[in-house]
């Protein structure tokens, strides 16, 4: 199973970019899904969650209002759209998900992404 974001890059303040975070494998299926942040120095931080029927979700309290998270569950994948973006969001955003693999005993594993550097200039 792989974690593959995408959609990071360099903006200025107050403007918009949508994350994009793919699982690919098989014989597996996704459970709930996240976004994580960090920056150099300081701990990765979530930033989002939604579970597995996408119903629910959770937010870190300086993005509410202003990111949305959601996921397509017939491709196994999942979006982050930001908006009004500061530059105190920068950061190395990583896709974060628990996939069931259908083999043995069924265990729930951690799968991370490699990270895409999200930049907001004042």
């Known amino acids: 199973v792989q974690l593959v974001e995408s959609g990071g890059g360099s903006v200025q303040a107050g403007d918009s970019l949508t994350l994009s975070c793919e699982v690919f494998?098989?014989?597996?299926?996704?459970?709930?899904m996240a976004w994580y942040r960090q920056v150099p120095g300081n701990q990765r931080e979530l930033v989002a969650s939604?579970?597995?029927?996408?119903?629910?979700?959770v937010f870190l309290n300086s993005v509410k209002g202003r990111f949305a998270i959601s996921k397509d569950g017939t491709k196994n994948k999942m979006y982050l759209q930001m908006s009004s973006l500061e530059p105190e969001d920068t950061a190395v955003y990583y896709c974060?998900?628990?996939?069931?693999?259908?083999?043995?005993?069924?265990?729930?594993?951690?799968?991370w992404g490699q990270g895409t550097q999200v930049t907001v200039s004042s």
């Open positions: 974060h998900a628990l996939v069931k693999i259908h083999a043995g005993t069924y265990q729930i594993y951690k799968y």
């Open positions: 494998g098989s014989d597996f299926s996704v459970n709930a």
């Open positions: 939604i579970d597995d029927n996408g119903r629910n979700t």
